[in-house]
Structures are given as C-alpha cells and as structure tokens.
C-alpha cells in the first residue's frame, strides 16, 4: 500500500542551523501538508500546498520556514534558523482531493 | 477559532467496546475524522464522516455523528489489545485545507 516516506526519522540541530526536513508524498497526490506535534500538546497545522504554491499557513508558519517542491517527488520544509522551541515531532501529509490526509511517520527534531 | 476537545484516557477490557467521545466548536465542519496513532508512529487515517450524515460503519468501527451538538464518537467492537494507541479526532472546516486536531485519547486495552 503506498505510504508517506519521511526522512530521517530523528534530527538533532544546534540552535540557530538551518534544517530541511524531507518528504516523499504518495505518487499521484496532488495535495501536500506540513504539521507539528510539540511533546504533549496538540496537533497543529503548519501550511498546505497545491498547484506548486502555498494554499494556506497557520500563524506558526512565519519567515523562518518555507517548503519546497523541488522535483516531482519530494516535498520539503525549511526551517532557516532553528528555536529551542521548534523542537517537535514533524508530520508530513498528502491526499488527492483534499479530502483524505494520509501522513508520514514524522522527523522528531531536536534543537538543542 | 475552532476547537476540538476529547477525554485523555480510557481503559476498557478486551473484548468489550470502547466509545471516544470528541466534541468540536466549528459549525462549518465539513469532514470530520479518527486517526490512530501507535507508539514511535505517524498518524493512521481510521475512518472520516462527511457533515451531512449521521453515522457511518467500517467493520468494527462505527463513528456517530450528532451535528447540533458537535459530538462525534467512535465506537470499537470486541477491542482487542492491537487497538492500544492514541486516538485524534480531527474536523476540516468549510473551505479550509487544514485540519484541526484533539488532545488525542490513550485507549489502554487490558486482559
């Protein structure tokens, strides 16, 4: 059954370095997504991106971070100069029709 | 803003039936859904239930959606101790792509 492929699945950084954390979308998806998990909080909404450019972005999604669709197959988020508060876990998502979201296993980024 | 609430925990025996409750605030939901999560992975979609109708069954699952009150449950039948894991109710409002997520409730199956 195809899945959602993230890489890697843990990604230690220094505070202040850049990251890109990589995603491989199901392969006729057309929609693509990024959410974050803080350890013991909620579920959250980063961005969502169609048709090669951003369709929505939450309030968390500011300068820091960008995503790119570099190839036809992977999806990526950027984070320029990582937070101690960026730490968290980072789930990647596709669907066809924006309907149904299937997601990632995630990146668990530490920023220490 | 939307919201979305469940109970942290539940523990029932294997075999019997487990009920998540979750409640949401947004009037616009248009999708409302259950994932899973097991330890160390991503979220499983489970099930979704389109705003406009009240039930829906797959197998063991059966989700109950009662709009005017924004209560949405999902019930297993016979749990088993492979249905252990983190359960997120999620609702997707009008035009919107995002989803809005719960706390997550831990379903502990017990022997």
């Known amino acids: 059954e195809p899945e959602v492929t993230q890489t890697p699945s843990h990604q230690v950084t220094q505070m202040g370095q850049e990251v890109i954390l990589r995603c491989v979308p199901i392969s006729n998806h057309l929609y693509f997504y990024w959410y974050r998990q803080i350890l013991g909080q909620k579920v959250e909404f980063l961005v969502s991106f169609y048709n090669n450019e951003i369709s929505e972005k939450s309030e968390i999604f500011d300068d820091q971070f960008s995503v790119e669709r570099p190839d036809g197959s992977n999806f990526t988020l950027k984070i320029r100069s990582t937070k101690l508060e960026d730490s968290a876990m980072y789930f990647c998502a596709s669907s066809t029709t924006n309907e149904k979201l299937f997601f990632g296993s995630g990146t668990q980024l530490s920023v220490l | 803003g939307e919201d979305v609430e469940q109970s942290l925990f539940l523990s029932v025996r294997e075999g019997d039936s487990s009920v998540i409750n979750c409640t949401y605030t947004?009037?616009?939901?248009?999708?409302l859904y259950w994932y899973k999560q097991e330890p160390g992975a991503g979220l499983q979609l489970l099930t979704y239930i389109f705003s406009n109708m009240d039930m829906k069954q797959d197998q063991r699952l059966t989700v109950l959606l009662n709009k005017k009150d924004k209560h949405l449950s999902l019930r297993i039948a016979d749990t088993q101790t492979g249905d252990s894991a983190i359960y997120f109710c999620?609702?997707?409002?009008?035009?919107?792509?995002?989803?809005?997520f719960g706390t997550g409730t831990r379903l502990q199956v017990t022997l």
């Open positions: 947004d009037s616009s939901s248009t999708y």
């Open positions: 999620a609702q997707k409002g009008g035009t919107a792509s995002k989803l809005t």
